[in-house]
């Protein structure tokens, strides 16, 4: 039996709309470092992997750099729960992602590309290392690229192993030097401490994606969608309680309710969105904005209607932080147990109230103590669940499934 | 271990140096060749690595040991991870569950008497939207029920 990952023809108003290969890599190279950079900062493009960091001051830093030795590493480690648009990129949109990387490397100075591609996508080695020889059979890898005097790059893959951790940069770096996927402290930052050493940049895979039509139409084209604090498109990611889930691209700024028409969800009672480290929203909730100056998302939109056990899905969240924490930092490493051991108190009826208000600061503590994004945003589903659900989960004393409506 | 055994792994890894360079970086890549082909990385596997690269055994276990793809004792020639995060786990991974345990008489974490299997949990697989999916060594199944979960193991050899 064959393994069967779904591919389809897709349309939207930036990522997936018309794009030919090396169109991109043709118009950087005309543009010249000064004017991608310009353009980029014109667009306002921010980091896609969650953290939303300013594209352009990223490459900025990294170009401005003195070293002999520069990096581009495209984090394709999707690891978030509930995520699967990368997966959706680099099946479908090669070029969007590796024409992005090339444009990357002329515009730092970097003569090596590297994809970080999680262990459980392994099904797309061959498929990509396919790719990238024919762009190296065309001259858009390799020496004096398309003519380009000097302009030297390469990209190789190297795969994950089953780490959701090692999706956080530092990790990710930890990880490709062969060493333990732990965090690292940060400052340093990659941008100058990276890979060896060197100045690095890491950007998720849709970043790349975006920089390849932005260099090719423009800054401002980009920015006409979007709202003026988060530009641009978004490539949701949409699972759970609906008719149709699957990537949709959006522009940013759209209510949630909106997208659950959209995606023909019915009798919705709750949203999780950006995943396992991201937040819980409630219906009442529904009218707020996707977008960083609201909420905030990596891209993960898990749907959860009537029928849904809340305390269930807050405790399956659980055990993946405690399964994925690194263990490194003692906030993380004991407080996501603390947090679970709550939970199956919780579910055995056996709890006081100020128990689990200290839980909560607990969670609180984490959200600021952890080294990580990991243990600094695993709080966030037991604070919010627990909030918007309190009468579901802490006020039938533990039996929310049986009182919750069918 | 027989000795042409360890001759013969002692060969495969120094060829692994060779491709991928006794640097640090190198030592992950030559753990997943490993790893892809034994299914596990014996104690004399890990030796060996330590020795062509220079460092500590106990290095190189502590790589194994973190990543949750890499293990040190033998598994089965065929490994199936289920998903079980929240997506999959709303589309039915507990009836998938069950009827692949009844099916190879294992439960997850075991290995089939016959070596054929080892059924293990994952988390996120990327492929939520095609809920419940798994993955059987390196390639993805979705939509499944309990049914297909089933033939898809029952062909595998
Ligand atoms: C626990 C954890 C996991 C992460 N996983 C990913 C990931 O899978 N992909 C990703 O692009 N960023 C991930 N990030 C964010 C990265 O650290 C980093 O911010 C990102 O790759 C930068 O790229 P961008 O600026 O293009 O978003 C993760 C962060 C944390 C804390
Ligand atoms: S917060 Fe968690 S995952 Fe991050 S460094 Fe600390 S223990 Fe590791
Ligand atoms: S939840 Fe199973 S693949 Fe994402």
């Not at chain 1, 199956?344 to 208000?357: C, L, W």
């Not at chain 2, 793809?69 to 089965?76: A, D, I, Q, T, V």
């Amino acid at each position: 039996m064959k393994s069967n990952v779904e591919t389809k023809k897709r349309s939207g108003p930036v990522v997936f709309s018309e794009y030919q290969r090396s169109e991109g890599i043709k118009k950087a190279l005309q543009l010249g470092r000064e004017n991608i950079l310009f353009e980029l900062k014109i667009s306002g493009l921010k980091g896609r992997g969650g953290a939303g960091f300013p594209t352009a001051t990223k490459w900025m830093l990294t170009a401005a750099a003195n070293a002999n030795k520069k990096f581009i590493v495209c984090n394709a480690d999707e690891g978030e729960p509930g995520t699967f648009k990368d997966r959706v990129l680099l099946l479908e949109y090669p070029e969007l992602v590796f024409d992005g990387i090339v444009i990357a490397g002329f515009t730092i100075g970097a003569a090596s590309g590297i994809i970080y591609l999680r262990g459980e996508y392994e099904y797309m080695l061959q498929p990509l290392e396919d790719y990238l020889a024919e762009m190296r059979k065309d001259n858009l890898l390799g020496k004096n690229i398309l003519g380009k005097e000097n302009f030297n790059f390469d990209i190789s893959i190297r795969l994950g192993s089953g780490a959701y951790v090692c999706g956080e940069e530092t990790a990710l770096i930890e990880s490709l030097e062969g060493f333990r996927g732990e965090p690292r402290n940060r400052p340093p930052y990659p941008v100058d401490t990276g890979y060896l050493g060197y100045p690095t940049v890491v950007n998720n895979v849709e970043t790349l994606a975006s920089v390849s039509h932005i260099v090719l139409k423009g800054g401002e084209w980009f920015k006409k969608h979007g709202t003026s604090k988060s530009t641009g498109s978004k490539l949701f990611s949409v699972s759970g309680d609906c008719e149709k889930p699957g990537v949709y691209e959006l522009p940013w700024g759209i209510k949630i309710k909106e997208l659950l028409e959209i995606v023909e969800a019915k009798n919705t009672k709750a949203v999780q969105v950006g995943g396992a480290s991201g937040t819980c929203i409630a219906k009442s909730q529904f009218d707020r904005i996707l977008g960083y100056e609201d909420a905030a998302t990596g891209g993960s939109i898990i749907i959860f209607n009537e029928n849904r056990d809340m305390l269930k899905v807050l405790k399956n969240f659980m055990e993946f932080f405690i399964e994925e924490s690194c263990g490194q930092c003692t906030p993380c490493r004991i407080g996501n147990i603390k947090l679970m051991e709550g939970i199956i108190k919780i579910e055995n009826g056996d709890f006081t109230f100020s128990y689990i208000n200290n839980l909560k600061e607990l969670g609180k503590t984490m959200q600021v103590a952890s080294k990580c994004g990991l243990g600094q945003s695993s709080p966030n589903s037991f604070i919010s669940i627990l909030e918007n659900f309190s009468e579901e989960i802490l006020h039938t004393n533990g039996k929310g499934k049986e009182n919750v409506k069918a | 271990m027989f000795e042409y055994e360890k001759n013969s792994l002692t060969e495969e890894i120094e060829n692994l140096v060779k491709h991928y360079g006794s640097d640090r970086p190198a030592l992950l890549q030559i753990l997943q060749a490993v790893q892809r082909k034994h299914k596990y990385i014996s104690d004399f596997a890990q030796q060996e690595i330590a020795r062509l690269l220079n460092i500590h055994p106990v290095e190189v276990y502590s790589i194994i040991s973190f990543y949750s793809f890499l293990c040190s004792e033998p598994k089965g020639r065929n490994i199936v991870r289920l998903c079980r995060t929240i997506s999959c786990d709303m589309a039915g991974k507990d009836k998938v569950e069950s009827a692949v345990k009844r099916e190879l008489g294992i439960t997850f974490g075991e290995t089939t008497n016959d070596g054929r299997i080892t059924l293990e949990f994952t988390n996120c697989l990327g492929m939520c939207d095609q809920g419940p999916a798994m993955l059987v060594n390196d390639k993805v199944y979705t939509h499944l029920n309990p049914e297909t979960a089933v033939n898809i193991l029952n062909e595998v050899k």
